[in-house]
């Protein structure tokens, strides 16, 4: 746990530096400008080479499709608490999705790796990539929501490159194709630089956080919803299967993780709070330890 520790706190040091230069500069560095950057011409990158990394078959399938089950199941009844609870567009798209775009590359990945070992990578690699969906068709739209009608909220999931992205990264792996060194490397250095832009941008944000106007009421309930609600209902679901249980615990991990720095991308491309989107992802990073601490002493994975 300790190494886990200690690797998720160098990655959130490009948060500091993405801060820190926000600090330094000030205007002179525009977080849409970096969006974009981010969004449109490196997110990519992550998919192509997320696929790259392993074959897929039909058995490690399972554990990306039971994710994505677990978290349409889950996200269907909240689009229509989020009605009752918001009359303000832009907070029930946040209420909505939020919870459900969790840091399963990250955050997801590493941490497989330190409770369960080498063996659980393919499966917390599929995770992520299956969540590369549901952020890039269902984020998107929802997040859209909150500032464009049904019609530009559809187009703007078409416009998104990341999902033909995928899709031509699949039919190279499910053929077989293979990729040269230096495509791959190439791919991987693309993938790396998504990532830590990611990080960097989220900086940004939390540099022009004014915490008095935040709405603590989304904030108590999107939290509440991501590690009370989300978490138990996936383990109740979890109880009834008879998987291994390694696989049990990837996914709950992965379920568990703390809001994504992707949610940060959606926000500011739709204007939809990305302020608040940030110290969400802020306050969710600094409660995962402890509430993963809390979750490993009562044996739940």
């Known amino acids: 746990m300790i190494t886990t520790i200690l690797s998720l706190l160098f990655v959130y040091l490009f948060i500091l530096l993405g801060f820190l230069a926000k600090a330094i500069f000030q205007e002179e560095i525009n977080n849409r400008t970096l969006t974009l950057i981010s969004l449109y ?13 392993a074959s897929l078959s039909s058995e490690q399938l399972f554990a990306p499709i039971l994710y994505i089950i677990i978290i349409i199941s889950l996200l269907l009844p909240n689009i229509l608490i989020a009605k009752i609870l918001f009359s303000d567009p832009k907070r029930r798209a946040i209420y909505t999705i939020a919870g459900f775009v969790g840091n399963t590359g ?6 497989a790796i330190a409770l369960f070992g080498e063996s659980s990578v393919i499966y917390a ?14 984020g998107v739209y929802i997040y859209s929501r909150g500032s464009f009608g049904i019609k530009e909220s ?38 790396y630089a998504a990532i830590v832009l990611q990080l960097f941008l989220l900086g940004t944000f939390l540099k022009d956080i004014k915490f008095n106007t935040l709405n603590k009421r989304l904030f108590g ?16 679901i979890l109880s009834f ?20 720095v992707a949610n940060i991308n959606l926000a500011s491309l739709y204007n939809c709070r990305p ?5 969400l992802i802020l306050f969710s990073t600094l409660l995962f330890l402890p509430i993963l601490t809390l979750f490993k002493m009562v044996h739940f994975f």
């Open 41 to 53: 011409f490196l997110q990519p990158f992550v998919s192509v080479w997320g696929f790259s990394t």
């Open 221 to 236: 309930l999107v939290l509440a919803h991501k590690f009370l609600i989300i978490p138990l209902t996936t383990a109740t």
């Open 125 to 138: 690699t599929l995770i992520n990539l299956a969540n590369v969906f549901v952020v890039y068709i269902l």
């Open 106 to 111: 990250n955050i997801g990945i590493p941490l």
């Open 275 to 279: 302020h608040d989107v940030s110290a």
């Open 241 to 260: 299967l008879d998987i291994d249980p390694m696989v049990k615990g990837v996914l709950f991990i992965q379920m568990l993780t703390p809001l994504a």
């Open 154 to 191: 559809l187009l703007n999931v078409v416009k998104i490159p990341i999902i033909p992205a995928s899709a031509l990264a699949i039919v190279i792996n499910l053929y077989g194709i293979e990729l040269s060194l230096q495509i791959k490397e190439f791919l991987k250095m693309g993938a």
